[in-house]
């Protein structure tokens, strides 16, 4: 059961810094080069790339870093964590999706450490609903 | 020290996170700057300047012609020759278009450029309409005008559905004729440029847009900001002499 709270943080650790790297590839305005698979630079300059004035990477990374910090105080034993950790997951798959809609079918260019995230996030929840379904059987 | 440990662990890797945005955003310099915000403590060919990272460690790419007469900007004797390989749809080659044009203000007859067609066909859906539009008013002496044209407005016409009619707005302005162009502009004289341009491109390895070579060494993408391409032009003078 703690094992799966490990498998969460080293994910969200993996969704933090593919996050960062997006933030700082904004922030700079350093965005990646035009290739012929890749429609990053594309995903990054459009106006779905900011949410109020901060850029939605920022945001996806201060995510991550509180599933982090969740699945490291479930693993210590602080209950209320892993509560919590359960719809903050679930939030960020739905704007994941949402997110995964905008790449194919309004900017219509994908950016692949945008689909990272994406993956990361489904494993994430994936986690957390078999902790959810394995929970009555472990006690 | 148990109930202490997980915050210990939740601190450590905010720190590290935060310092290291908080670096690289201050390592990366912004390419978005426009041309007047940049630093002004390095003039054209002053001595003194930062070692470009690596640009010396390239190695000098030839690769086979492309089109012919290529589009150039300078003295073909300049000591500093920079060629682009450009899409015109490209967001990182419009935000390089300006950098490009402060370059060449800067350096005056020391910088030859040359320009070519690298249109990312299947990522970029008018970026072939473009190249072609440049190509068509090439063939009138106008290569120039019409792509800088096309990269200042970049953000309009990008999300057109159809933008034909948008470059024949700009050949009008260019002052071209307007009729030859739309012949042009589909005939064979310009798709074989771009592709004998794209082919160039290919045999020199590139693989994205802009990507660009000075004195046929490829300079990192990330050395492409103003203030860092100035200091590989500016090794580049001092290697010449």
Redesign the interface.
């Known amino acids: 059961m703690k094992k799966i709270y490990v498998v969460v943080a080293v994910l969200s650790?993996l969704g933090?810094t593919d996050a960062?790297y997006l933030?700082?590839e904004h922030?700079?305005?350093?965005?990646?080069?035009?290739?012929?698979?890749?429609?990053c630079?594309?995903v990054l300059?459009s106006q779905y790339a900011v949410v109020a004035g901060i850029p939605l990477a920022a945001v996806g990374?201060a995510a991550y870093?509180t599933v982090?910090?969740l699945a490291?105080?479930a693993?210590?034993g602080?209950r209320i964590a892993g509560k919590i950790l359960t719809p903050l997951v679930f939030a960020m798959f739905f704007v994941s999706v949402w997110l995964f809609y905008l790449q194919a079918f309004v900017i219509r260019?994908f950016c692949q450490y945008c689909l990272i995230s994406a993956a990361i996030t489904t494993c994430l929840l994936v986690i957390v609903l078999s902790l959810r379904w394995f929970r009555p059987a472990a006690q | 020290m148990k109930r202490i440990l997980p915050f210990i662990i939740i601190l450590v890797v905010l720190g590290v996170a935060l310092t290291s945005a908080w670096y690289l955003t201050r390592t990366i310099p912004a390419a978005q700057n426009p041309p007047g915000n940049q630093p002004p403590s390095s003039s054209p060919g002053a001595p003194g300047s930062q070692a470009s990272p690596a640009q010396s460690e390239q190695p000098v790419v030839t690769g086979v012609p492309g089109a012919e007469p290529a589009h150039t900007h300078g003295p073909a004797n300049a000591p500093v020759k920079l060629e682009e390989f450009g899409d015109f749809e490209c967001p990182p080659c419009g935000l390089f278009h300006p950098i490009l044009k402060q370059m060449e203000e800067e350096f005056g007859d020391k910088l030859h450029v040359t320009f070519r067609e690298f249109p990312l066909v299947p990522t970029h859906q008018h970026a072939l309409a473009a190249a072609s539009a440049a190509e068509a008013a090439g063939l009138q002496n106008k290569f120039w005008e019409m792509h800088h044209m096309i990269y200042d407005h970049q953000n309009d016409w990008k999300k057109e559905f159809d933008v034909r009619p948008i470059f024949e707005g700009y050949a009008k302005q260019i002052g071209i004729d307007v009729e030859r162009y739309k012949r042009d502009i589909d005939g064979e004289a310009v798709a074989n440029r771009i592709m004998q341009d794209g082919k160039r491109g290919h045999s020199m390895g590139v693989k994205g847009t802009p990507t660009v070579f000075i004195n046929g060494r490829e300079v990192n993408f990330e050395n492409l900001p103003a203030d860092k391409l100035r200091v590989v032009i500016q090794n580049e003078l001092r290697n010449a002499r």
Do not use: P
Request: glycine share 6%; proline share 0%; aromatic share 12%.
């Open positions: 650790l933090l960062l933030t700082i922030v700079t305005g350093q965005t990646v080069r035009c290739t012929i698979l890749s429609g630079s594309e300059s990374a870093f982090f910090s490291i105080l693993l210590f602080y260019q």
